[in-house]
């Protein structure tokens, strides 16, 4: 009797927490979708130059707010920028970067990984020491020396996101592999003759599928976090290029007189980095076979 009476109350929470997590997940996607879309479709969503200065026209006030136009919905900076175009403009610096590099950095990462569990010995020691060594210094710290030995560049941006963030992917996958190739199934196609290459593609690599596509999203958030940190720091790419981090570098100064030259571009960064959050976390709940019964 006392199991029952315990257990009904977390029947009743569990339709609650899918319907949560289920929610979490479609509202991560619609703004992940939505920001991409920007990024891809600025030109069309915008009928101003996200570079063109109109000192005549600088410091106005978003659409709303009296002496501003619907020109420039978002006002303008102070050298008559518009500010809604440069933050779509900006969405491709920092989204697009963001994106490609984490896809690069899980290409990297899952080949290490899989290499490191599967073979393990001195080639895997070797591998999970370098995990360990980058590891050890702040990521952020090991991006900016990297930006600034190599100069600032969209490409070089890329490079020090990607050197910085398939570590994570590796130790993951090498964790998972190293479990799975122990399963009986495994051991069974072994024993039919298959190829050590059969055997990952075929048998280990959908298995831990899951796991890197939970993790994907996770780390294009971190990733956008520490792009728009680069730029703020003027080591991202470099103007006249729009990007989320520079224009808070730009315009800080001005928060408290015009509030929309920075506001707006902070909170572009928090809405894509929540979207893009909810978003793997709702994969998290929705695909990892032991959360599922708390659902």
Not at 50 to 64: C, E, F, K, S, T
Not at 271 to 286: E, S
């Amino acid at each position: 009797m006392a199991d029952d009476a315990t257990s009904a109350p977390q029947a009743a929470r569990r339709p609650r927490r899918r319907v949560g997590s289920l929610w979490l997940m479609r509202g991560g996607l619609i703004v992940t979708v939505a920001m991409l879309a920007i990024a891809v479709f600025a030109p069309v969503l915008t009928t101003a130059s996200p570079i063109a200065q109109n000192l005549m026209a600088a410091r106005q006030p978003p659409a709303w707010e009296a002496g501003g136009s619907a020109g420039h919905p978002l006002g303008t900076d102070y050298l008559g920028r518009d500010v809604w175009s440069r933050i779509a403009y900006g969405a491709r610096t920092t989204l697009l970067t963001s994106t490609a590099a984490a896809l690069g950095a899980a290409a990297l990462g899952v080949l290490l990984g899989f290499i490191a569990g599967y073979y393990e010995g001195r080639i895997g020691s070797v591998i999970m020491a370098l995990v360990d060594l980058m590891l050890a210094f702040p990521l952020i710290v090991l991006a900016l020396a990297l930006v600034a030995t190599l100069g600032p560049s969209m490409q070089n941006v890329m490079l020090a996101l990607i050197v910085t963030g398939w570590m994570v992917y590796a130790r993951v996958v090498r964790a998972v592999v190293l479990r799975l190739k122990e399963q009986p199934f495994v051991h069974a196609a072994r024993a039919l003759g298959a190829s050590d290459a059969a055997i990952i593609a075929r048998h280990l690599f959908p298995n831990a599928l899951t796991v890197i596509l939970v993790l994907l999203p996770i780390e294009i958030a971190r990733m956008i976090i520490t792009e728009a940190s680069l730029s703020f720091l003027g080591l991202g790419v470099p103007p006249p290029t729009p990007s989320w981090g520079r224009m808070l570098a730009e315009n800080r100064l001005y928060l408290t007189i015009d509030y929309w030259v920075a506001v707006f571009p902070g909170l572009a960064i928090t809405i894509a980095v929540l979207g893009v959050t909810f978003l793997g976390d709702g994969l998290r709940d929705r695909l990892d076979p032991r959360l599922r019964h708390l659902l």
